[in-house]
């Protein structure tokens, strides 16, 4: 994944990212991940930005939608869930939006 800045705002794509504490604590008590990186995984500053472009999908690949589904709603109003088509209707996700109509810009706040 990566993370841009622009004129004071932030936007975080994660890429092919398994954001799930459960799993990382799982890979590291399996001696798979050092505490050390396993330490990194948990503390990625993905919550922590104006706009954020997250993977969801089939795990270990992809962060499973629970996981998603359980941030803080102070996220989730960020959050656009990509590589996906479908979202359960009471997931209070969204799917980013496709195509040039759907461009997402830094700049302008979210709508919902």
């Given at each position: 994944?990566?993370?841009?800045?622009?004129?004071?705002?932030?936007?975080?794509?994660?890429?092919?990212?398994?954001?799930?504490?459960?799993?990382?604590?799982?890979?590291?008590?399996s001696?798979?991940?050092?505490?050390?990186?396993?330490?990194d995984?948990?503390?990625?500053?993905?919550?922590?930005?104006?706009?954020?472009?997250?993977?969801?999908?089939a795990?270990?690949?992809?962060?499973?939608?629970?996981?998603?589904?359980?941030?803080?709603?102070?996220?989730?109003?960020?959050?656009?869930?990509?590589?996906?088509?479908?979202?359960?209707?009471?997931?209070?996700?969204?799917?980013?939006?496709?195509?040039?109509?759907?461009?997402?810009?830094?700049?302008?706040?979210?709508?919902?």
């Amino acid at each position: 994944g990566f993370k841009v800045e622009w004129r004071g705002r932030s936007m975080v794509f994660t890429g092919d990212h398994l954001n799930s504490p459960p799993a990382i604590d799982q890979l590291q008590e399996s001696g798979v991940l050092s505490k050390a990186r396993a330490d990194d995984l948990r503390m990625l500053p993905l919550q922590e930005t104006d706009l954020l472009l997250h993977e969801a999908g089939a795990p270990p690949i992809h962060t499973p939608l629970d996981v998603l589904m359980a941030l803080p709603e102070r996220v989730k109003d960020r959050l656009f869930v990509v590589h996906t088509s479908a979202l359960p209707e009471d997931s209070q996700l969204r799917v980013a939006p496709t195509g040039t109509n759907g461009t997402i810009r830094l700049h302008q706040p979210q709508k919902s």
